[in-house]
């Protein structure tokens, strides 16, 4: 389990965020049980994008391990970390460690902190790093691209879209990641995303893992180790598999989000009732070493994994009922998205602006604005603030520490007919106020109040045309 208080079992993707952000909102943005995890784009220098204009995925194109982005300098950084794990908030930092940035990028000092490189030499100074230091000689294809994922070599040995291969079986390249992961483990951070680990060699993720610190004993347990997760995208049927990477950590399971919104979109004569050995029994990794979610930076717009049936805040709804399932079913370690607004625009079913990078003005990543209605302005989604999630947030903390059994209880209706029954929730008797409608204020509720008689019985009546079709109470929402 990850470095975190007990009853902490959801990290949030704060996608693009501030540091300064991050610290102005550390007190007030965090609702019920959402003290545990941030993880947080990455934070070292990398190349600035100009054509598109400052995409999000110019921050997966590293220069250097300073700690100088659109995020913010490495002060900010530096403080935004000691300020949260003073108040038990725990960062984890996306770590791009595969690679550099792209092979075509030009010479110079377009850079977000100003350091030189020169990628078509392999030239990286600032680190340093040199051609002697990337695996353009190991790649075997005739493009120097990933040209197959049936062979685990050129997956691993080859260039990804054309980023440049860092030699990761040299060890001053192990040192060099090492160096700036155990600074910012020195800082105070938790853990690692490992991004792109499908890319790198396990026994070389190993080794760079294993000259890591311990965590910080200003804030963690004498001797307590990083939280791993990495990013390995294996839906089936290609040469590499997830399971080789569970030595080192956590992993993304993808086919979770992909399976998830099939059955909530009803795609294929799916219905919700087909879950219920969901988890290993539909061919997921062990729990133990999975990390879930609905959906990711990535997949949110098409890139990476899981195709059309991924489940977004665009199909709000739906999207609720999805992240509600995770949260309330104990498989796998969860992650909810935070994400920002952009202006799709689909051609040929391809969103042609699926590129674009976060609110700002003239570059500068906009503030994160708080509206009266605790919802986020200035286009940010800050899905972990929707009542419906933040309150399955305390749902799963609630349960989560005790197993499910009298804990708490979660209804669906994804039918196309009204729900009306007496179930069984398990809960001792009471009134107990639905967290998904509305909110338990001191003693009353904003929502919908639902009667547990002695034998734990409870009558529910849930409208096919709900805006939110599922209720879910909990030990903690009794009034």
């Given amino acids: 389990a990850p470095q975190t208080q007990s009853g902490r079992t959801s990290i949030v993707h704060l996608f693009e965020w501030r540091w300064l952000t991050l610290l102005l909102n550390v007190s007030g943005i965090w609702p019920k049980g959402f003290g545990g995890y941030r993880w947080v784009s990455p934070p070292n220098e990398n190349i600035v994008v100009t054509n598109p204009s400052r995409p999000w995925w110019e921050r997966y194109q590293p220069v250097s391990y300073k700690l100088c982005t659109r995020s913010g300098n490495e002060n900010e950084f530096r403080d935004m970390v000691t300020r949260c794990n ?4 725990r960062i984890y930092v996306d770590a791009v460690i595969n690679h550099m940035c792209g092979s075509g990028a030009a010479a110079g000092t377009g850079t977000t902190c100003g350091s030189y490189c020169n990628p078509g030499n392999r030239e990286f100074p600032a680190v340093p790093y040199s051609a002697w230091d990337f695996n353009d000689g190991k790649c075997k294809t005739a493009s120097g ?40 483990i020195d800082i105070g951070v938790a853990g690692f995303r ?9 026994g070389d993720i190993k080794a760079v893992l294993d000259k890591l610190h311990n965590l910080n004993t200003n804030w963690f347990p004498a ?38 919104g099939t059955v909530v979109r009803k795609w294929s004569g799916e219905k919700m009732s087909y879950l219920k050995n969901w988890g290993e029994g539909w061919g997921f990794m062990p729990s133990d070493r999975a990390l879930v979610f609905v959906d990711n930076h990535d997949n949110q717009r098409g890139h990476g994994a899981g195709g059309a049936s991924i489940l977004t805040f665009w199909d ?29 625009n689909f051609v040929n079913g391809q969103d042609v602006n699926d590129w674009i990078g976060p609110p700002n003005n ?10 009266a209605d605790t919802t986020c302005g200035n286009d940010w989604v800050c899905e972990h603030r929707w009542r419906q999630i933040r309150n399955m947030v305390w749902f799963r903390n609630v349960v989560d520490a005790f197993g499910r059994g009298n804990r708490g209880f979660i209804v669906f209706n994804n039918d196309d007919w009204q729900l009306s029954s007496t179930l069984q929730t398990g809960l001792p008797g009471g009134t107990y106020c639905d967290v998904i409608s509305g909110d338990k204020v001191g003693s009353s509720c904003t ?20 805006e939110d079709p599922f209720i879910a109470i909990h030990a903690e929402s009794k009034l």
């Fill in 223 to 260: 001797g307590s180790r990083p939280f791993i997760f990495q990013e390995v995208i294996d839906l089936g049927g290609e040469a590499i598999q997830s399971s080789e990477y569970f030595g080192n950590g956590r992993v993304t399971e993808f086919k979770y989000g992909a399976k998830l």
């Fill in 145 to 184: 691209g990933i040209e197959s994922y049936n062979d685990p070599y050129q997956v691993r040995d080859c260039q990804l879209v054309g980023l440049l291969d860092l030699a990761l079986e040299k060890d001053y390249v192990r040192s060099m990641i090492a160096d700036y992961l155990n600074k910012l």
């Fill in 316 to 344: 709000a709804r739906l999207y609720k009922m999805a992240v509600g399932f995770m949260l309330a079913h104990p498989y796998g370690f969860t992650r909810v998205m935070s994400s920002y607004r952009w202006a799709r």
């Fill in 447 to 466: 929502g919908i109040k639902v009667y547990v008689s002695s034998d734990g019985t409870a009558q529910f009546s849930i409208s096919n045309s709900a």
């Fill in 362 to 371: 003239n570059g500068v990543i906009k503030e994160v604005t708080i509206n």
């Fill in 86 to 89: 003073n108040v038990g908030v």
């Fill in 194 to 202: 490992i991004d792109a680990s499908k890319h790198m060699w396990p």
